[in-house]
């Protein structure tokens, strides 16, 4: 079995930042890419950033130089550092990695259960 848990949602003024990480754990042959995506009410779930294995990223053009996103491959681990948030930045923002388990010819999406990022005064 293989699972995503992330961490370190919550509530933040704007301006202000917050560190998401989002560890994969279980029978894990390769770690593809990893990304965050997020979801506000009302909304389509939308990709907000993805890094590959080689270490290239793209993001989406709302949080160029405000967001980062980094990971640490002996900890199996992805992180999203969000800087100079803002209110539209609320949403609930989840993990996504392409896996190739262990003993499996191919590679699967998985996602974590989501963390809610509200900023607000």
């Given at each position: 079995q ?6 370190g ?7 202000g930042s917050?560190?998401l990480?989002c560890?994969?754990s279980?029978s894990i ?5 990893m990304?965050w ?11 907000v ?7 290239s990223?793209n993001?989406a053009d709302?949080v ?7 990971r640490?491959?002996?900890?199996n681990?992805?992180?999203?550092q969000?800087n100079?948030l803002?209110?539209?930045d609320?949403?609930?923002y989840?993990?996504h990695?392409k896996?190739?388990?262990?003993a499996?010819?191919d ?11 509200t900023?607000?005064?």
């Open positions: 293989v699972q995503l848990v992330e961490s949602g919550g509530l933040v003024q704007p301006g917050l560190r990480s560890a994969a279980g042959f390769r770690l593809n890419t990304g995506y997020r979801q506000a009410p009302g909304n389509q779930r939308e990709l950033a993805a890094i590959t294995s080689g270490g990223t993001y709302s160029k130089g405000r967001f980062t996103i980094s640490d491959d002996a900890k681990t992805v992180y999203l969000m100079s803002k209110s539209e609320t949403a609930v989840y993990c990695a896996i190739h388990p262990v499996t010819l590679e699967y999406d998985y996602w974590g259960q989501g963390t809610q990022v900023v607000s005064s």
